[in-house]
């Protein structure tokens, strides 16, 4: 006789009763601060980063290449050390347990400190399902808040909120390396503050120290945190990031995901207001293959004047450039009538791009005098144009401080 398949009504009622606990817990952590702010006064960061890895995976050695690719001034709020504050310390004297109720109400008031407008990463957050659940219901609330106050004084305190779930990822067996390598670095500090007396004693973990509690350590990241992480991918931006690479190969793949998208961050007006302008990356794509169609059709089309054009940029122009060679900066001024001609202008600028320089030209018009009118004593002119081309390249100063 086979065995009875296991019955998954359980496991939803699991998820039931937590998506409630976290609907009771959440909305009373809601009506206190409403109480004590003042709706209005609840200005959430507009841009919230949850920052999650397993152990070993580098979140704190990360955190401030994440900080500054996005443009973040403020520290990260890391969930455990709130977990020792003084209003979780208040909790923990009356014999009462920090759980999640205590830390919704903690994080949420941090969140709303000034220096965290712009943006904020949660260290560590969320952690559990019913964490998860509170987080969605304060993105809800956010961008309710964002819609109430979008035609109104209090616009700019109230914008369109953007969330990231950022993982930094590893495998067991990188974990348990890293936990190990940072516990002998740790244990081998103390010992040397403890015998000279100078320094302070860092935090040594038990899991650093050992093999199957570091194994462990993982494996309830994997059953826990990262069910809970990976319940947000519908949800948030998802951001899975390799961490097993080197530093700087670590540091590509986090810029690599959080690359500005404005059709998703910005409000929809404004995206509309700009979404014609073609974005910077794919014009440089294919940029190199149409500069030299453009030369190409010079030389075929237009031949006289392109080559007119190379003359001149060898005779007048070559010999002021070359004597700037050191700083890579030089300005030309010249009145050619061939440049006259929009198209000798753009020959002359594709030119200089295939050659490796930079060109720019500024047209400005003066007067000349010519002659006196004997009759009227007033001084004619005749119009005049002058060319001033700006040159930039890589000068020999920007090479030897480049060694």
Same mark, same amino acid.
């Given at each position: 006789m086979g065995?009875?398949?296991?019955?998954?009504?359980?496991?939803a009622?699991?998820?039931?009763v937590?998506i409630?606990?976290a609907?009771?817990?959440?909305?009373?952590v809601?009506?206190a601060?409403? =109480?004590?702010?003042?709706?209005?006064n609840?200005?959430?960061p507009?841009?919230?980063?949850l +920052?999650?890895?397993?152990?070993?995976?580098?979140k704190?050695?990360?955190?401030?290449?994440?900080?500054?690719?996005?443009?973040f001034?403020?520290?990260?709020?890391?969930?455990?050390?709130?977990?020792?504050?003084?209003?979780?310390?208040? +909790?923990?004297?009356?014999?009462?347990?920090?759980?999640?109720? @205590?830390v919704?109400?903690?994080?949420?008031?941090k969140?709303?400190?000034?220096?965290?407008r712009?943006?904020?990463?949660?260290?560590?957050?969320?952690r559990?399902?019913?964490q998860? @659940?509170?987080?969605?219901?304060?993105?809800?609330?956010?961008?309710?808040?964002h819609?109430?106050?979008?035609?109104?004084?209090?616009?700019?305190h109230?914008?369109?909120p953007t969330?990231?779930?950022?993982?930094?990822?590893?495998?067991?067996?990188?974990?348990?390396?890293?936990?190990?390598?940072?516990?002998r670095?740790?244990a081998?500090?103390?010992?040397?503050?403890?015998?000279?007396?100078?320094?302070?004693?860092?935090?040594l973990?038990?899991t650093?120290?050992?093999?199957?509690?570091a194994?462990h350590?993982?494996?309830?990241?994997?059953?826990? *945190?990262?069910?809970?992480?990976?319940s947000?991918?519908?949800?948030?931006?998802?951001?899975l990031?390799?961490?097993q690479?080197?530093?700087?190969?670590? =540091?590509?793949?986090?810029?690599? @995901?959080?690359q500005?998208?404005?059709?998703?961050?910005?409000?929809?007006?404004?995206?509309?207001?700009?979404?014609?302008?073609?974005?910077?990356?794919?014009?440089?794509v294919?940029?190199?293959?149409e500069?030299v169609?453009? +030369?190409?059709?010079?030389?075929?089309?237009?031949?006289e004047?392109?080559?007119?054009?190379?003359?001149?940029i060898?005779?007048?122009?070559?010999?002021?450039?070359?004597?700037?060679?050191?700083?890579?900066?030089a300005v030309?001024?010249?009145?050619d009538?061939?440049?006259?001609?929009?198209?000798?202008l753009?020959m002359?600028i594709?030119?200089f791009?295939?050659?490796?320089?930079?060109?720019?030209?500024?047209?400005?018009?003066?007067?000349?005098?010519?002659?006196?009118?004997?009759?009227t004593?007033?001084?004619?002119?005749?119009?005049n *144009?002058i060319y001033?081309?700006?040159?930039?390249?890589?000068g020999?100063?920007i090479?030897q401080?480049?060694?």
């Amino acid at each position: 006789m086979g065995e009875m398949e296991s019955d998954p009504a359980p496991a939803a009622n699991l998820a039931e009763v937590e998506i409630k606990d976290a609907q009771v817990i959440f909305t009373a952590v809601w009506k206190a601060l409403v =109480e004590e702010y003042g709706q209005e006064n609840l200005r959430f960061p507009k841009e919230i980063i949850l +920052l999650g890895g397993a152990p070993g995976a580098g979140k704190g050695t990360n955190t401030g290449f994440i900080m500054k690719a996005r443009g973040f001034t403020c520290p990260p709020i890391v969930v455990s050390s709130l977990l020792d504050s003084p209003e979780a310390r208040s +909790l923990k004297d009356k014999g009462m347990l920090v759980g999640d109720r @205590e830390v919704i109400g903690i994080l949420l008031r941090k969140m709303l400190e000034p220096e965290f407008r712009d943006g904020a990463i949660l260290d560590g957050f969320p952690r559990t399902e019913v964490q998860v @659940e509170c987080m969605k219901l304060l993105v809800k609330k956010m961008t309710a808040l964002h819609r109430k106050y979008a035609k109104t004084p209090l616009a700019e305190h109230f914008r369109r909120p953007t969330t990231h779930v950022m993982v930094l990822f590893i495998d067991e067996k990188t974990s348990v390396e890293r936990q190990l390598h940072r516990g002998r670095q740790i244990a081998k500090h103390n010992e040397e503050v403890r015998a000279s007396g100078v320094g302070e004693v860092q935090e040594l973990r038990p899991t650093d120290l050992d093999v199957e509690a570091a194994k462990h350590r993982y494996r309830v990241f994997k059953e826990s *945190t990262w069910e809970a992480l990976q319940s947000l991918r519908e949800v948030f931006f998802y951001h899975l990031v390799n961490a097993q690479g080197s530093f700087a190969e670590v =540091e590509q793949n986090i810029l690599k @995901e959080l690359q500005y998208q404005s059709s998703l961050e910005l409000e929809p007006g404004t995206f509309e207001i700009i979404r014609d302008l073609p974005l910077a990356q794919d014009i440089i794509v294919h940029a190199r293959q149409e500069l030299v169609r453009r +030369l190409d059709s010079y030389a075929r089309e237009h031949r006289e004047l392109f080559v007119k054009v190379v003359e001149l940029i060898q005779s007048k122009f070559m010999p002021i450039i070359e004597r700037h060679a050191i700083s890579g900066r030089a300005v030309i001024n010249n009145e050619d009538e061939i440049l006259s001609d929009p198209l000798a202008l753009t020959m002359l600028i594709d030119v200089f791009s295939d050659r490796g320089y930079h060109a720019v030209v500024d047209k400005q018009l003066t007067k000349i005098p010519e002659r006196v009118n004997v009759h009227t004593g007033e001084i004619e002119f005749r119009p005049n *144009t002058i060319y001033r081309i700006r040159v930039y390249f890589e000068g020999s100063e920007i090479r030897q401080g480049g060694r």
